[in-house]
């Protein structure tokens, strides 16, 4: 009874978070049973009452009293799913940028066990990727290439998926954004079997507002090294 | 004249601000020791410049002014370091508090009623 948690966290995402969950697949190849896990980390608007409205009973709603950043509140999910025996894990954006059907493909090499990690790379087919977000994606991936010695084609991907095994051992810390390239460390570190598959990338008005600017890129930089000199 | 009247200035007020500190039981006995040591030094090596000729002799750079800038930035560094680390330490925390109340509070999202096949019209009233 191979079981699936699908990690969604949520930040002020009220307007569209019912539509992300609604366009869910309703089941994934090789998966028997899907629990949604939507983190609502510490919004302001109405996204956790959007969520238990979604009237789909595959979703949990956590919820973070104040906001923590993405890392935290992906970290909450995850706390979750090994809580729960989770067979597999798949992080997915509540800002409706990835297409639904990317998350069978993320599966697939885990269900498969021919991989530990999964990273959904968006720069593999970019298409439709605006140049800028492109340039500042390979920007992050060399920054990551650099503090943590591994290289991959898109190490800020939201879509990401992991087996039992790799969920046990990756351990997060960092709390904000940075906490991709931090997964990407997590997987050299434990010396996950790695693989990348192309997933589309939905780019809508609402969603390059939501997602990273280029100028968080020095924000990253900063955290990360700071981190790397940090660690305990 | 003006660099000692305000330094000496700087370190009156620092001082106050250690001791206040240190009574109101906001700092162990050891910080306030080395707070009260480091801002009395400043008031008062400005008067005796000498004295920090001889460090500076002592750690090997060639006069008291550059000695007490070497140390001031490594100190600083330092403290920014202590600060950092206890700022990532308070933050850890932070979030392991909220995660934990996150995971006590789990709600399962209540299912939507199934929807209801369509009722067949009313039957036209008998003649």
């Not at chain 1, 639904?100 to 593999?124: F, T, W, Y």
């Not at chain 2, 920014?80 to 709600?107: I, N």
């Amino acid at each position: 009874m191979p079981s699936l948690f699908l990690i969604i966290p949520a930040f002020n995402e009220a307007r569209v978070i019912r539509d992300t969950l609604r366009n869910l697949p309703p089941r994934v190849a090789g998966i028997d049973s899907m629990t949604v896990v939507v983190v609502d980390d510490g919004s302001s608007d109405a996204t956790a009452e959007e969520v238990l409205a979604s009237g789909d009973g595959r979703v949990v709603l956590l919820r973070h009293a104040i906001n923590r950043g993405l890392g935290g509140a992906l970290g909450t999910g995850l706390a979750y799913a090994r809580q729960h025996g989770a067979d597999y894990v798949v992080t997915y954006d509540a800002d409706g940028q990835h297409a639904p059907e990317d998350i069978g493909n993320v599966v697939a090499p885990l269900v498969a066990g021919e991989a530990d990690a999964v990273i959904g790379s968006r720069l593999l087919q970019p298409k439709g990727m605006p140049w800028y977000r492109v340039v500042g994606n390979w920007g992050l991936n060399l920054i990551t290439f650099f503090i943590f010695g591994m290289w991959t084609t898109d190490s800020q991907s939201g879509l990401r998926g992991f087996a039992h095994a790799a969920l046990q051992r990756i351990d997060i810390r960092m709390d904000r954004m940075e906490v991709s390239s931090e997964f990407i460390k997590e997987i050299r570190r434990n010396r996950l079997r790695y693989r990348e598959v192309p997933i589309q990338a939905i780019y809508s008005d609402y969603s390059l507002a939501k997602g990273q600017r280029n100028v968080n890129g020095f924000n990253i930089l900063i955290r990360l090294v700071l981190h790397r000199l940090m660690e305990d | 004249m003006a660099i000692k009247l305000l330094s000496v200035l700087f370190a009156l007020i620092a001082i106050r601000r250690v001791v206040v500190r240190y009574r109101r039981g906001g700092a162990l006995t050891v910080e306030f020791v080395m707070w009260f040591l480091i801002f009395s030094g400043i008031g008062i090596v400005v008067f005796i410049p000498k004295v920090t000729d001889r460090f500076a002799h002592w750690i090997g750079v060639s006069s008291g002014f550059n000695a007490l800038t070497f140390v001031a930035i490594a100190g600083l560094l330092y403290a920014v370091y202590r600060l950092l680390s206890r700022v990532q330490t308070v933050e850890r925390d932070v979030t392991r508090l909220v995660r934990s109340q996150a995971l006590m509070t789990a709600t399962r999202v209540p299912p939507a009623p199934p929807e209801l096949p369509p009722t067949s019209p009313p039957a036209p009233p008998a003649k």
